[in-house]
DNA sequence: CGCACACTTGAACCCCCTCAACCCAAGTGG
DNA sequence: CCACTTGGGTTGAGGGGGTTCAAGTGTGCG
């Protein structure tokens, strides 16, 4: 995974590391043309999140712009007595930090080592006005985010238990199907059991039940505790659905 | 509410009645100086929606963006069985339609008659290839939809059922702050129980059951179906947050 | 007046939560 | 090498908040 980016990191110049972004395509960066990558670059500021750090606390002051390129986040708000909500998980080519206000209004930690680029927000206003085009994906990014928000807002008020782990199973796996494309439907969970019943509204063990009783009706297979295998496609896909 | 507009309507042109729109001022509009207002009547379609009339239908062809002037319109998401969520209410101000799928993702319902201005897909294209102010508009908007969507994720995954309804009382609350101040801290209900219940993930029956416990504690007053009385914001506003 | 519709209230139930024990794999240190 | 710890995961028993089902109460409107 590491060894083509170096090697594509020699082609180019050492100066213009978004060029051998693996993560260019699926991100807003694809907004701006090659030729304008080194202005790209020096706005943008590389940075290593180890896991479990917490690199954007709700409240604060919104500094900073981030684009993933590498590892999984999740972005999550709290309740004063420590209840937690998980609004979603970011890998890859996601953009954070989409808001208008003074302060940001999630907190965001890394679930593994996460590489991004962190962009202030003096240079990205800069970026924005000299590049159009980069509104423009913003503003498709932003939509596509209400879109999956509203999504999740039909599972957390409306579906049971079992429609919301079967939701996010297919989810997780439609998600992984154009880059961690692994052998099988088999998909990578990176989040524990804590963290997807955060974000599914449910418990820890109301998620482990459930997906115990999924493996014991032979509807997906778990070889370990970060992968599962979906055996039965149809039935999850209306199960998601709301079609029990 | 009505007189002060036709006063407008007559002080301006016939042809340009986005200038005497009084939602203009709440809405993406305002990013059209005055100059320009004439281009952007062109491009609205004026309409009125009865009530109970559902404009706008999930999965169908995506049109049309709509901009409403006055009125409330429900959105919502249905499961295959019937069960629906609303994702939030819209009034006037409000912009519908922020998606880049060919389809729209949600339903949208009035449930009082609702005034709004249509735009075709080409011309808002036009408009925002025109007016990159719209543009920028749409994503702060985009932006502070997310936001709220978030909340409302905090609300139905994380919150019980009393700190659902006091939620929605003082943000009900908040929103009508600035346009329709009525006396005291009374605010409008335009919608009804069940849309209430579907928008917090709750049923019919507790909404009604936690708003009479509300008014037996001496919370809220409720002088009838479609208004309430905040007594004791202070306490509201800590159950919102949470802390009961 | 009486029908329709929204809302309220009560009683029983159930899905999911809470609490608690246990399992298992991966360190860690003596 | 093994005892111990730690963190994540599973499983069971019991309880409770919200739902379901069912009746009753307004209230507007023909």
Same mark, same amino acid.
């Given at each position: 995974m590491h060894r083509p980016r170096s090697i594509r990191m020699a082609l180019h110049?050492?100066?213009?590391p978004c060029a051998a972004c693996t993560a260019r395509g699926y991100?807003?960066?694809?907004?701006?043309?090659d030729k304008d990558l080194a202005r790209l670059a020096s706005a943008a500021m590389a940075r290593e999140i180890p896991k479990g750090e917490i690199f954007i606390e709700e409240?604060?002051?919104?500094s900073e712009f981030f684009n993933i390129t590498s590892g999984t986040v999740k972005l999550y708000k709290l309740l004063p007595?420590? %209840?937690?909500?998980?609004?979603g998980f970011a890998s890859a080519g996601h953009f954070l930090g989409?808001?208008?206000?003074?302060?940001?209004?999630f907190s965001a930690e890394a679930i593994e080592t996460t590489q991004l680029c962190a962009f202030s927000r003096p240079k990205m206003r800069e970026l924005i006005q000299d590049f159009p085009a980069l509104e423009q994906r913003l503003l498709e990014t932003a939509c596509n985010e209400l879109v999956a928000a509203q999504e999740q807002m039909l599972l957390l008020g409306r579906k049971t238990a079992r429609e919301r782990v079967a939701s996010f199973l297919v989810a997780r796996a439609a998600v992984q199907l154009p880059c961690t %494309?692994?052998?099988?439907?088999s998909i990578a969970l990176p989040m524990t059991r804590g963290e997807i019943a955060d974000y599914l509204g449910l418990t820890i063990e109301t998620v482990s039940r459930t997906m115990s009783r999924f493996k014991a009706e032979k509807r997906i297979a778990i070889p370990s505790n970060t992968e599962v295998m979906l055996l039965d496609r149809p039935w999850l896909d209306s199960m998601a659905a709301g079609l029990d």
């Amino acid at each position: 995974m590491h060894r083509p980016r170096s090697i594509r990191m020699a082609l180019h110049h050492e100066l213009d590391p978004c060029a051998a972004c693996t993560a260019r395509g699926y991100s807003v960066c694809n907004a701006i043309e090659d030729k304008d990558l080194a202005r790209l670059a020096s706005a943008a500021m590389a940075r290593e999140i180890p896991k479990g750090e917490i690199f954007i606390e709700e409240g604060e002051a919104a500094s900073e712009f981030f684009n993933i390129t590498s590892g999984t986040v999740k972005l999550y708000k709290l309740l004063p007595d420590g %209840r937690q909500q998980v609004t979603g998980f970011a890998s890859a080519g996601h953009f954070l930090g989409l808001a208008v206000s003074q302060t940001y209004a999630f907190s965001a930690e890394a679930i593994e080592t996460t590489q991004l680029c962190a962009f202030s927000r003096p240079k990205m206003r800069e970026l924005i006005q000299d590049f159009p085009a980069l509104e423009q994906r913003l503003l498709e990014t932003a939509c596509n985010e209400l879109v999956a928000a509203q999504e999740q807002m039909l599972l957390l008020g409306r579906k049971t238990a079992r429609e919301r782990v079967a939701s996010f199973l297919v989810a997780r796996a439609a998600v992984q199907l154009p880059c961690t %494309r692994t052998s099988g439907d088999s998909i990578a969970l990176p989040m524990t059991r804590g963290e997807i019943a955060d974000y599914l509204g449910l418990t820890i063990e109301t998620v482990s039940r459930t997906m115990s009783r999924f493996k014991a009706e032979k509807r997906i297979a778990i070889p370990s505790n970060t992968e599962v295998m979906l055996l039965d496609r149809p039935w999850l896909d209306s199960m998601a659905a709301g079609l029990d």
